[in-house]
């Protein structure tokens, strides 16, 4: 029988497979990217690297300007970022301010990415 001659289904047919995990909210993928945003720059990672080696993982600002090679305003710019984006907190004591790791920020980052973008739970 040729081809054109051969009944067409009128069912129509599934061309996607059905999601089995949710995946992520537009909130959360928001909040995520501005987190990877945040990261996404050498010297913000080395301000977290560097108060992540200070004792307690809290450092004072006058302690990061010299090892990043910036001019204050600038780490502080660096520092404003990460503390918006929910990974380091800032307490002001006297005329400085000193910069501490959020517990556990990074690891809900990993989980994050985890769980929605490689299809497994974390």
Do not use: N
Request: include cysteine; charged fraction near 15%.
């Amino acid at each position: 029988m040729p081809l054109d001659l051969l009944p067409v289904s009128t069912a129509p047919a599934a061309c996607c497979t059905p999601a089995t995990s949710p995946a992520i909210t537009e909130q959360d993928a928001v909040q995520l990217a501005r987190t990877l945003k945040a990261l996404a720059d050498p010297a913000r990672l080395r301000l977290l690297s560097l108060i992540a080696a200070h004792d307690g993982a809290e450092a004072c600002v006058c302690d990061l300007i010299e090892p990043v090679g910036l001019s204050q305003p600038t780490v502080s710019h660096h520092l404003k970022v990460l503390t918006d984006a929910g990974l380091i907190t800032r307490d002001k004591r006297g005329v400085w301010a000193y910069f501490a790791l959020v517990p556990g920020a990074l690891e809900s980052v990993t989980t994050h990415l985890g769980a929605h973008l490689t299809g497994s739970a974390a």
